[in-house]
Structure formats: structure tokens, C-alpha cells
């Protein structure tokens, strides 16, 4: 079976930065797009950037020219560099692919998520 696992996460002042990696590991036969959500306290969980193994992205308006993503495929990995931060980017963010792990099959894998904090 397929692990994410997120790291970077942490406490920044307003106008500082971060930036979140997300590591897939296991069986891995392909990745179609990976990516990060993430879910503020008694908010539903909103996407936040997505990028595909060929290179396109998307992204959430509320994040669109502050933060960028990208992904090194033979690593299996996806980053989320996060500029210029404001208190309400405060969430536990989670990373989220859809992975191919069998011949014929994919599916949906969640990493178990990393808190950000933005905060003077």
C-alpha cells in the first residue's frame, strides 16, 4: 500500500514563509496528480494547489501568486512553497494523490496532515 507523508509544517509570522514536501512511498506503478488540501477548525476541507506528473497546476484563488507547487517525480515527491503568509492560511494542511498501486487499479491517498500556523 501507498504512504504520504508530509513534513514542514510550523508556526511563521505574517509575511513569512514555509514550504510543505509530501512523500509517496510503497507500490507505486504511477501518479496521476498529487497535491495539498487543507482544513482550518470548524471549516470544511478546501484545495488548495493540485499538480499532475506532466506539470500542470491549479490552485485556490486565495492562494494564487503566493504560493507555488511542484513536484520532482522520480522522487515521488510534491512541495508546496508558501510566500507571504496571512493568519488565515492557518490550517493542518494534508497532502492528497490519486496514485496507481496495481496493474489495473488507482486510488485516492491521504497523507495524515502537518499544521501551519500564522501567527504574530
Known amino acids: 500500500q501507498v504512504q504520504l507523508v508530509e513534513s514542514g509544517g510550523g508556526l511563521v509570522q505574517p509575511g513569512g514563509s514555509l514550504r510543505l514536501s509530501c512523500a509517496a512511498s510503497?507500490?507505486?506503478?504511477?501518479?496521476?496528480?498529487m497535491g495539498w488540501y487543507r482544513q482550518a477548525p470548524e471549516k470544511e476541507r478546501e484545495l488548495v494547489a493540485r499538480i499532475t506528473s506532466g506539470g500542470t497546476s491549479i490552485y485556490a484563488d486565495s492562494v494564487k501568486g503566493r504560493f507555488t507547487i511542484s513536484r520532482d517525480n522520480p522522487k515521488n515527491t510534491v512541495y508546496l512553497q508558501m510566500n507571504s503568509l496571512k493568519p488565515e492560511d492557518t490550517a493542518v494542511y494534508y497532502c492528497?494523490?490519486?496514485?496507481?498501486?496495481?496493474?489495473?487499479?488507482?486510488?485516492?491517498?491521504w497523507g495524515q496532515g502537518t499544521q501551519v500556523t500564522v501567527s504574530s
Open positions: 492528497n494523490g490519486l496514485i496507481q498501486t496495481t496493474p489495473s487499479g488507482a486510488g485516492n491517498y
Open positions: 510503497g507500490t507505486i506503478f504511477s501518479i496521476y496528480y
